[in-house]
């Protein structure tokens, strides 16, 4: 298992929760590193994108509510979810991406926020 994702679980409206990743440090220390979503019936989408620079990214729907991080001591990616609202429900992954070429996903995890 390349990539191993924790977290996840059912929140209120208004909550937080917080998803981790680990991925082995031959990925982890040259990938890339992401989180993506898919809600039943959509497409998967970008949740928030982390270089290995620290730069970040994030889909529009997400901004100013959630933060990405990576800590490279555990080889782990963060994503802190706050302010959670029903549309946040989905099924979120992993993601290591190398220059667009290689790439690995993890298993998924299911975030479940009622309202």
């Known amino acids: 298992v390349q990539l191993q994702a924790f977290g996840g679980g059912l929140v209120q409206a208004g909550g937080s929760l917080g998803l981790s990743c680990t991925a082995s440090?031959?990925?982890?220390?040259?990938?890339?590193m992401g989180w993506y979503r898919q809600a039943p019936g959509k497409q998967r989408e970008l949740v928030a994108t982390i270089t290995t620079a620290g730069a970040t990214n994030f889909g529009d729907s997400v901004k100013g509510r959630f933060t990405i991080s990576r800590d490279y001591a555990k080889n782990t990616v963060y994503l802190q979810m706050n302010s959670l609202k029903p549309e946040d429900t989905a099924v979120y992954y992993c993601?290591?991406?190398?220059?667009?070429?290689?790439?690995?996903w993890g298993q998924g995890t299911l975030v479940t926020v009622s309202s």
């Open positions: 440090r031959s990925i982890f220390s040259i990938y890339d």
């Open positions: 993601n290591a991406n190398y220059r667009a070429r290689y790439e690995y």
